[in-house]
């Protein structure tokens, strides 16, 4: 999914990496340019760790310690060639990499976790040119503000997501030893999924994988998921309003209640409030109440009340202010926004994520 339509954490820069750690030694060739300085970036723990070789003749090399499964990027120095770059894993072992004069088209050889990702890579092709159409489309409705058009492709992207899930579904079951499917669990089920989703994508993980740190992390999400499983009670929130103050949503105990997490700076967020205004106006006299959480850091403390203002969200908002470290989001697992939750008024969950209209038909159902 593209930031034009979620905001979205990068997952795959926090977990990807796994237990199994060595030395690791690229070897690389470079026909043009046969001079320079290039870049290796490598992320751990959602820290960036970087490296410089020097090209002498089109080569250049890098060694180190690694742990498999670890997020790497090669560039080339200069703010020239930031969008030329090859994204990859490291892993213990020496991997070659090829090339004319674009980084980004480099062949990699000697890395079975490679390997794995260039028959990923393969399988999702007819996908990705029917996600690239989707997203000229939709970026031309919001040039347009075409609301209409917005309206349905956010539909429409939805179905996009589940679409390229039966990709990996099928790369997972062909591919139940390698940490990488591991890695597609995380980066593709890591919002707007249910247990019922990844479960069975983690029961066909080997116990190598599910040892792994990508493979514990899908374990901890599906825990995660279970626990806020239709049906089940929500966890109890409480955080500060915008005065300060405590407030728990068990307060809203007995009312049907939306819980939204959004942020000031997430323009999907911003683009799908209106819409929750309106729900909020038919239904709040029903007994409609809505719990807002935001995403807002203590620096944007200002901008989160002023877009509570702007967009009229006059409900019941907090936040602790930490950004994507806010204590719903690992509790929660809201690792993407807009997200929402809908509970009983006896706080049982009764859906989750509805926007625009499956958000008033669902309470067209319940309050009618």
């Known amino acids: 999914m593209k930031f034009t339509i979620i905001c979205l954490l990068s997952l795959f820069m926090v977990n990807a990496h796994a ?54 990027y090669l560039m080339l120095s200069g703010k020239e060639n930031r969008k030329d770059y090859l994204k990859f894993y490291l892993e213990p072992g020496t991997i070659n990499l090829e090339g004319s004069d674009k980084i980004a088209e480099m062949s990699i050889s000697g890395s079975p976790l490679n390997k794995d990702n260039a028959a990923l890579i393969d399988l999702l092709k007819s996908y990705h040119k029917t996600e690239e159409a989707f997203n000229e489309t939709y970026e031309k409705a919001v040039k347009e503000k075409n609301q209409h058009q917005l309206d349905s492709l956010d539909k429409a992207e939805n179905n996009l997501l589940f679409e390229k899930r039966k990709y990996i579904a099928r790369f997972v079951g062909s591919h139940p030893n390698s940490i990488l499917s591991a890695i597609a669990i995380l980066e593709n089920y890591a919002y707007y999924a249910e247990a019922s989703d990844v479960g069975p994508l983690y029961n066909e993980l080997t116990s190598r994988v599910k040892s792994t740190k990508p493979g514990k992390k899908v374990e901890e999400m599906l825990n995660v998921y279970k626990k806020l499983s239709i049906g089940n009670e929500i966890p109890e929130i409480t955080q500060p309003d915008t005065s300060g103050h405590d407030y728990s949503l068990s307060s809203l105990r007995g009312k049907y209640v939306l819980v939204d997490f959004w942020a000031s700076w997430c323009g999907p967020c911003r683009r799908e409030n209106p819409k929750v205004v309106a729900a909020y106006e038919k239904y709040h006299p029903k007994g409609l109440e809505i719990l807002g959480v935001s995403y807002d850091r203590e620096n944007g403390r200002e901008k989160w009340i002023k877009a509570i203002n702007d967009d009229k969200l006059f409900w019941h908002q907090v936040s602790d202010l930490k950004g994507w470290k806010n204590a719903t989001s690992d509790e929660f697992h809201i690792k993407a926004i807009p997200a929402n939750i809908l509970i009983s008024p006896q706080g049982k969950i009764i859906a989750k994520n509805l926007f625009g209209s499956d958000l008033t038909d669902k309470l067209a159902e319940l309050m009618p």
């Open 19 to 72: 237990q199994n750690s060595g030395h690791f030694e690229i070897k690389g060739k470079l026909l043009r340019p046969q001079s320079g300085i290039i870049n290796l970036i490598v992320y751990k723990d959602g820290v960036e760790a970087k490296d410089s070789s020097e090209l002498k003749n089109g080569t250049f090399t890098f060694s180190g310690n690694t742990e498999e499964g670890t997020t790497a």
